[in-house]
């Protein structure tokens, strides 16, 4: 059984049909953001690095249909008298709603996020209407924001389908003993490895 290959699209890894990218807060932060920050290796080219504060989210890499999408992208502050963060091509802008909130892994906190509405400019009455837009901004804090380079983020964007339906992720209750704490990598690599191929069929399913 030949294992098709992975592909790059648009700065990042196409998963083989069946994969999903669904990875925990901590993951982000440790496994993908640290690294990141620091040059270093990542476990899969699967983020892509984007301007998210450039264009409209429908203008975004990769599928729209995928409920979640993940991008690295420099970080962007808030106007201090405006509270919202202003995109380049005059479309809109991002604000912050709801409260920044910890994450917690290895026995303290190592990373802070934040949820971002996007709202969209009617060219008709040059007023801003909020959009379902949404995506979760992860930064890093404590000991994993030391001595990096950058002020990267990971953020998570996704459409909202309702109240009642909200896709912001929600940090698991994870131990330090279910978390692999031991981050070790070499400062300034940009080598980058794909996700494992599928396991060959067995006989049981031949």
């Known amino acids: 059984m030949e294992v098709e290959k992975r592909i790059v699209v648009n700065g990042g890894m196409r998963l083989p049909i069946g994969y999903r990218f669904h990875p925990t807060e901590q993951e982000l932060i440790l496994h993908y953001l640290l690294p990141k920050a620091f040059a270093s290796p990542l476990p899969s080219s699967i983020i892509p690095v984007f301007d998210l504060f ?7 890499p990769g599928d729209q249909k995928e409920k979640q999408r993940y991008f690295f992208c420099k970080k962007k502050e808030v106007s201090s008298n405006e509270r919202r963060i202003k995109i380049l091509s005059g479309d809109g802008y991002w604000k912050p709603i709801g409260k920044e909130r910890p994450i917690f892994a290895c026995g303290g906190t190592v990373g802070i996020r934040r949820t971002l509405a996007f709202y969209e400019i009617n060219k008709s009455s040059s007023d801003y209407n909020k959009t379902k837009w949404n995506m979760t901004e992860y930064c890093l804090a404590g000991f994993a924001s030391a ?11 996704y459409e909202r389908k309702g109240s009642k339906a909200r896709k912001q992720r929600k940090s698991r209750d994870i131990g330090d003993e279910d978390l692999s704490c031991s981050i070790n990598f070499t400062v300034g690599s940009d080598h980058e490895t794909g996700p494992p191929p599928p396991s060959p069929p067995t006989s049981a399913d031949e």
């Open 54 to 60: 450039y264009s409209h989210p429908l203008t975004f």
């Open 147 to 157: 001595k990096v380079f950058g002020e990267w983020a990971v953020y998570n964007v």
